[in-house]
């Protein structure tokens, strides 16, 4: 898999000419179209006043529609919240923060523009002097990093008759994960198993199944007292559980490994990591690249997450890595 290339000469011409708003009809626009001008027909060929009265009534709600929605568009400051954790095809919170210095907006819709990123944000009310974030669910096609190159913000507002766009150019990049699965195999023998009283299935002060009750020492944590059974015995009893084993395990990525097979042991390690690191085990990674040492925790996992979506992308430049990061 290679590394997200610049676009196309065309695709740069074609943005750099763009317009600064671009205008589309909505359905409900197409049909007040034909009427007026059916009613434009009806009103040359009588010559009724009363027509041509009406004629100018609807052409000029498309004038008023035209410029109450500029209106919406103008003064807006949009940035880029960005993502938690992005997964590969499956929705995942986004978040943008929008504002305006003056005025009001109104039926605010936002999505990225020329990203392969589904999905959109709506705001009914934007006040003046006020910066509201916007969620969003959207939808990556596959994991890896994604270029972004700009914010859409889309306004049906007054009327629903036309929807005007704004694009606001927001150079960054997003790292998609390897989408959440099942694993189909197990990951293999541990590289290490208990050593001395840390690994004893027996030893207490752990996280595991409770071994019984002992009076609270002076200077122990009262986190583990066992209020009902102190309160029945009348002394502070504190609760002793099994502290469980904890082993090591190396995941490693095959070299040579191209397109879906690629994709498929991508999600197989990332769903290994996650049940052994869940079960407080110690995982580290082995890629054809790099390795991770083995460690415990939330951050290893996403230490994991963040090495296997850049598997295939080794070639992207430092400045997108620094972004994504």
Sequence with gaps: MKAPARPPFRARLRAFFRPPRTLSVTKTGRTYLVVTFGVGL???NTGNNLLYLLLGLLLSMVVVSGVLSERCLRDLTVRRVGADAAFARE????????????????????????????????VGHLPAGRELVVRADLAAPRRGPVRLSGVRVTTTWPLGLFAKTRVFSLEGTLLVYPRRGYACREPGPAETGPQGETGSPRHHDGT???????????????????????????????????????????????????GEALERRCEEVAAQAHQLLDAGHEVGLQLPEHTLRPAAGASQERRILQALAWVG?????????????
């Design 313 to 325: 992308f080794e070639d992207v430049d430092a400045s997108t890595k620094q972004e994504a990061a």
């Design 42 to 44: 009806g009103a040359l």
């Design 208 to 258: 595991g199944d409770v071994a019984g009750l002992r009076e609270l020492a002076p200077g122990e944590d009262a986190r583990r007292i066992h209020w009902k059974k102190s309160a029945a015995a009348g002394r502070l009893l504190k609760v002793e559980r099994e502290r469980e084993e904890r082993r090591t395990w190396r995941l490693s990525l095959d070299a040579g490994l191209t």
């Design 91 to 122: 929705p995942f919170p986004y978040r943008w923060a929008v504002s305006r210095k003056a005025g009001h907006g109104f039926a605010l819709v936002l999505s990225e523009d020329l990203s392969p990123l589904v999905g959109t944000g709506r």
